[in-house]
Structures are given as C-alpha cells and as structure tokens.
C-alpha cells in the first residue's frame, strides 16, 4: 500500500500534535488563511468539509456564521476526535451557536457516501494534495454539491518570488520535517508532508482541473505570496 492509500493512519499517528505543529509552524499564519477563505464564502446552510481533520475550517466557518449543518468526512478518526472535542469546548466557551450541528464521518473523499446534491457547499482545507487521485475527490465534490452550489478549497501552492520560493523549499525540506519529527515522534510523517506539497498542482493548474471536472466561475487568490491559495468554484446552476 503506497502512503496515500495509508493517510487515515498517517494521520492517526500525528494527530495529537497536529495543531500544535500547524500553528507554530506557520506563526499562525494558517489561522489567517482558514478565515480569509471562509470569509470569502457565500453563507449555506448544509456543508461538507471534506478532510475536516481536527475541524479548523468547520470551526471558522461556524464562528463567520457561514454554515449552519457541518458534515466533516476524513480517513483518520484521531484528527476528527480532536475536532470532536474543539467543537464542544468552542460551545461551551460560547464562541459559537450552541444548536450549529457538526457530523463526524469516517470516509474516503475519493467515493462519497452522499446522493447527488446532498449540500449548498463543498469545502476542503489542506485536504486535497493527499488525495490518491485528485480528480476522483474533485468529481466527488461536484456530484455531492447541489446545482449552484460553491466549492471552496484551500491548499498550499508555490510562490512566484524566487527568493521567498527559495526559503519555501527550505522550509518544507528541511525545516518541517526536522521540527515535525521531533514533535511527533513519527519518523516519516513530515518528509511526506514536505512531499506532498512540492509534487501537487496549484494556481492555473489546479484551476484547469476545477473546470474539466465541470465546475463554472472557476477561480483563485493567492495568500501570502502564494504560500496557499484559496480555489473557488460553483456547480452549474
Ligand atoms: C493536513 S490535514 C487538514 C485538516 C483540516 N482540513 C485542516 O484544515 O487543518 C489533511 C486531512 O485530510 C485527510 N484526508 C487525506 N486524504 C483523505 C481522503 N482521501 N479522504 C478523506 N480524508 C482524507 C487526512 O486524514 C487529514 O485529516
């Protein structure tokens, strides 16, 4: 079994200190970019996070009253127990609605157990470089939205400065897996990482794979120099 087909238990083992290493390693700039991209996002009422893993986007999404009923759908059940336990703190600190309905579900983004049209927006946060087939999760998406409905995705990218795409491969080459391995105690769990993101699509690219699957208003803004970038798109109304 290659590591795509193993994420779930990837996942699984770097799960307890995925956010701690999320956050501190990009100085909390990762916080930014999860708001930035809910922001921009139209208020539905039923979404689907697709990798919601340890539910910052869903969290963001519920506090910016973008969404009303969250169906989170991820491969590791560590990352969703974490975001299980973030959801019932975020309430009882009152820092969101207490009747916002979050569902954690167990399963592959590639074959989605939803009917057709099953909700008003598909979101995805750091989710779809691991995907063993990037276009099988797209289509997924697509089908799961209702017509009219938006796809909001954010992913890391390559900034276009060669001096800050310098310091970029640095980063996720030596600095990432070395700080990531010695947090979580997993040998391999951050070389991946850093592997992921430098063989995955992104800008025009990943744009171009949006509008073959057959999405429409296709687009995408680059963050911070285009470290991420958030890809939005509809379902043909
Ligand atoms: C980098 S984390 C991102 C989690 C969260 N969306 C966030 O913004 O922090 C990636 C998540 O994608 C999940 N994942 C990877 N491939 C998947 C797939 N094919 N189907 C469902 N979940 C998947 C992993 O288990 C992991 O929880």
């Known amino acids: 079994m290659n590591e795509k087909q193993n994420i779930g238990s990837l996942f ?18 990762d916080r930014r970019w999860r708001r930035k991209a809910v922001a921009s996002m139209q208020p539905a009422r039923r979404v689907l996070d697709v990798a919601i893993g340890t539910a ?5 999404m ?15 059940t560590e990352m969703m127990a974490i975001g299980e336990e973030k959801i019932i703190r975020e309430k009882a600190k009152g820092r969101m609605d207490e009747s916002a309905e979050v569902e954690f579900v167990y399963g592959n983004a590639q ?16 989710g779809c470089r691991n ?17 009219g409905g938006q796809v909001v995705i954010l992913e890391f990218s390559y900034p ?8 970029y491969d640095i980063y996720f080459s030596y600095i990432l ?51 991420a970038t958030v890809y939005m798109a509809r379902k043909k109304g």
């Open 56 to 60: 910052d986007l869903t969290i963001e």
């Open 177 to 227: 897996p070395f700080i990531g391995r010695i947090v979580s105690h997993d040998k391999t769990a951050y070389t991946y990482l850093n592997r992921s993101v430098k063989g995955f699509v992104w800008g025009e690219a990943f744009v171009q794979h949006l509008h073959d699957i057959g999405f429409v208003h296709e687009h995408f803004t680059p963050l911070t120099l285009g470290i």
């Open 12 to 29: 699984d083992r770097i799960a307890k200190t995925y956010d701690v290493l999320n956050h501190g390693l990009s100085l909390n700039i």
């Open 131 to 147: 995907f063993a087939d990037l276009d099988a999760g797209l289509r997924e998406m697509h089908r799961v939205l209702r017509p």
């Open 62 to 76: 519920l506090r910016q009253g973008k969404a009303v009923q969250v169906t989170g759908i991820d491969l590791s």
């Open 111 to 126: 074959e989605m157990p939803y009917e057709e049209g099953s909700f008003d927006a598909v979101t995805c946060a750091f």
């Open 160 to 167: 276009g400065n060669p001096i800050i795409r310098k310091m």
